[in-house]
């Protein structure tokens, strides 16, 4: 029997899906950093214990919600497919509840303790429901990915693509300096400091927002399925089975759990720069003229947090192509503990002060090659899930896309959760929450230094956050796949009797009608 050629997406849906992952980021990234880890803490200034259980709420939820999204997504039949009919329609919902999310009241300001259980209450359920809306996008999102190509290098190609369009949608966390630079117009004009960063949130999350579900609308718009699914439908109970007794699955989704405290770095990363670069205000730049210095020191660790995790999505494909997928995987958590670590060294040995033009290097040469590693891991953890789906299609006949796309989702959901919960702990502990912050806010817009601010507890703790718990995490991550369960040969052995008998059963199809 000749051998057909594979089906793989074009350049123009390629391009409509990457346009799509970009969109999608940048509204992760607006609610991920503009709101959990700045929004609420430092603007309407909830405690931040109360932002920790909010978080932890959501994620406990996402527990839930995660499979039974991926669930629905594994039954869904159209006749635009199963996972493309919820990138048509999911955007604009997430889109709206992103908005509803920084329309809230300032908790110091409240005037009874009524108000401020409904700040926190709205708080909570708008969260909720972002996140329960974003999961509707999220797993067919990076499931079809699997369905747009019969390719095995198409497929990696396109994944390491869309990590990267991923990565660049991170310009989403700039909704923190925008909405600061925005802020400023209405206090320049006699607003007061609480009017003028409701108005500037508002206008700068509505504007971003806007465009960003414009732009993952075109993920919807420009893909199509070209690998036919499992026609089995299938209970939430029997994908969790499915998601357990996978092996290298269940080595994955373990993995990513262990490495939860990664997501503390882009947690912290604006915060960070914000107070301890630009004195908590990202105005400071412009005051009396440029700051040159300033400029400078936020714009190398800013480079750091970012550049490596773009430089680390373009070169991992090409890595893939000439070595184990596993070793890659293993090399980027073990080794990426190194520069965390050495963050904390560097700080004790600054004496806590990194702002001088030599220390403000080391420190993002250190945040590159930890971004670097972030960014590897990433591209690595969707290229091995998808080679997951095709092994468990092979061993049992169901191509379950959409649950373990949604173990994906889950991993990102409750890293976060957990490295929220650790963030407010320690927060917590120096007493960096809601009046504090407010107070810190006005002796830093009197002159005082943030570095050195409440004897340097704030900064340090800050510099905390953004090494032990991540370098601790990165080497417990690499423990499950040490014995990685599908080796690359494998998988390509594995890959090339599933294209065998789709054609075999395609040209049977077709006999059959000719019949």
């Known amino acids: 029997m000749e051998s057909r050629k594979l089906r793989t997406y074009t350049p123009k849906e390629r391009n409509m899906y990457l346009a799509g992952m970009f969109g999608q980021n940048m509204i992760y990234n607006i609610v991920a950093t503009g709101l959990v880890s700045y929004y609420l803490q430092y603007v309407i200034y909830i405690p931040v214990a109360a932002i920790g259980v909010i978080v932890t709420v959501a994620r406990v939820w ?12 594994d039954r869904t039949k159209s006749k635009w497919g199963k996972c493309r009919p919820y990138l048509l329609f999911a955007p604009p919902i997430i889109g709206i509840i992103t908005i509803l999310c920084f329309v809230n009241g300032n908790y110091v300001e409240a005037q ?17 429901l972002w996140g ?54 209405f206090t320049s004009k006699g607003y007061d400091l609480d ?20 732009l993952f609308e075109l993920a919807g718009i420009g893909t199509r399925e070209r690998v036919k699914s499992s ?46 670069y630009a004195n908590g205000d ?53 080794g990426g503990a190194i520069p965390f670590f050495l963050l904390i060294v560097a700080y004790f040995l600054a004496d806590g002060n990194l702002t001088t033009i030599g220390w403000v290097i080391v420190a993002g040469v250190l945040l590159f090659f930890a971004s670097f590693a972030m960014g590897g891991i990433n591209v690595m953890q969707s290229v091995m899930i998808a080679d997951c789906v095709d092994y468990e299609e092979y061993y049992t006949g169901i191509r379950p896309d959409g649950i373990f796309f949604s173990g994906q989702s889950f991993i990102t959901k ?11 702990a320690a927060y917590a502990a120096v007493g960096f929450s809601d009046k504090n912050i407010a107070v810190m806010n006005e002796a830093l817009a009197n002159g005082e230094s943030f570095v050195t601010y409440n004897d340097g507890k704030y900064a340090m703790i800050m510099f905390f956050l953004i090494s032990v718990p991540i370098a601790i995490g990165m080497i417990l991550s690499a423990i499950p796949t040490l014995k990685y369960a599908l080796s690359d040969k494998e998988h390509e052995r594995i890959l090339g009797e599933l294209i065998k008998k789709r054609s075999e059963a395609e040209q049977i199809g077709s006999e059959s009608e000719n019949a």
């Open 231 to 276: 026609e089995e439908r299938r209970s939430m109970k029997e994908n969790f089975k499915i998601m357990w007794t996978c092996k290298p699955f269940r080595q994955i989704l373990i993995s990513g759990i262990l490495r939860s405290p990664i997501q503390l770095l882009m947690l912290v990363a604006m915060s960070f720069i914000t107070y301890y």
């Open 282 to 334: 990202f105005m400071n730049l412009f005051k009396d003229g440029i700051n040159w210095m300033m400029l400078l020191n936020i714009a190398i660790i800013a480079i750091g947090v970012f550049a490596g995790q773009f430089i680390a999505m373009a070169v991992t494909p090409v890595l893939s192509k000439k070595f184990e997928n596993k070793s890659i995987y293993n090399a980027y958590s073990i």
């Open 62 to 73: 996402d527990a839930i919600n995660d499979p039974m999204m991926g669930t629905i997504v």
């Open 195 to 214: 009017t003028a960063n409701k108005y500037g949130w508002l206008i700068t999350v509505v504007i971003l927002t806007v465009i960003s579900t414009l």
């Open 112 to 128: 009874s303790s009524f108000q401020q259980g409904l700040i926190i209450a709205w708080a909570a359920i708008s969260y909720i």
């Open 414 to 424: 409750l890293a976060g959760g957990i490295a929220a919960l650790i963030q407010s």
């Open 132 to 185: 329960m809306s974003f999961t509707v996008g999220d797993i067919p999102l990076w499931g079809i990915t699997s369905l747009m190509t019969e390719d095995q290098n198409q497929r990696s190609q396109l994944l390491g693509l869309a990590r990267m369009a991923a990565g660049i949608g991170a310009i989403g966390v700039l909704v923190v300096q925008i909405a600061q630079v925005v802020s400023s117009m």
